[in-house]
């Protein structure tokens, strides 16, 4: 088992753009994919929180994520082929952000086409939260980060804040509350 660090903001790894992954079967690969699956279910058993992990966040620029689904699910060099116009807003949180929750605006329904581990070609349709998730760790392989998305006047609420108003069962923050920081108006 091989538990890394999470980068921080701050790293210049997460500003980068990460490499296309030419051969999803190579040994290097399936090493960065091992310690990403390592790494996320580390993170969940210590904080209870955890659905995705981008590569550069353990310090690989390679364009590989890990979500946490039912069974292992990698995607090899994701890219989005189809936004619905519809939107939402959300509070979003992040392993290389710890401390802070940013409200931004993702797409309701994406469609991602991607590669598995065998080199084998996917396309798939994603709403609601697996599409803000999906937008969110993306967005980590261009370096690009919750905070560049921030929305409206006050789109920052630190975590110890949340938690205070809605408890451990959402920390994660995704859900709407009827508490919010403030107001931010969305369109």
């Known amino acids: 088992m091989t538990v890394h ?14 490499e296309a992954i030419k051969n999803p079967r190579s040994a290097a690969v399936r090493l960065v994919a091992d310690g990403l699956q390592d ?26 994520i890990y979500i946490e689904k039912d069974e292992p699910w990698f995607l090899v ?4 082929v ?3 116009a519809q939107d939402f807003s959300v509070w979003d949180d992040c392993f290389s952000v710890p401390d802070l929750l940013v409200r931004v605006v993702r797409a309701y329904r994406v469609t991602v086409r991607y590669q598995d581990l065998q080199g084998k070609s996917h396309e798939m349709t994603a709403e609601k939260d697996m599409a803000e998730l999906l ?9 690009v980060l919750m905070l560049d998305r921030a929305i409206g006047l006050d789109p920052f609420c630190y975590r110890e804040e949340w938690n205070k108003h809605h408890g ?7 859900k709407e509350a009827r508490w919010a920081p403030k107001q931010v108006p969305v369109g």
């Open 168 to 174: 451990a069962e959402r920390r994660y923050g995704k």
């Open 39 to 64: 790494t996320l279910r580390d993170l969940k058993a210590r904080r209870g929180i955890g659905r995705g992990l981008a590569a550069p966040q353990i310090g690989a620029p390679i364009r590989l």
């Open 135 to 143: 937008q969110h760790e993306i967005d980590h392989l261009d370096g």
């Open 82 to 84: 189809d936004v619905d």
């Open 5 to 18: 660090r999470v980068r921080l903001l701050g790293d210049p790894i997460l500003r980068t753009r990460c």
């Open 77 to 80: 060099n994701p890219e989005i």
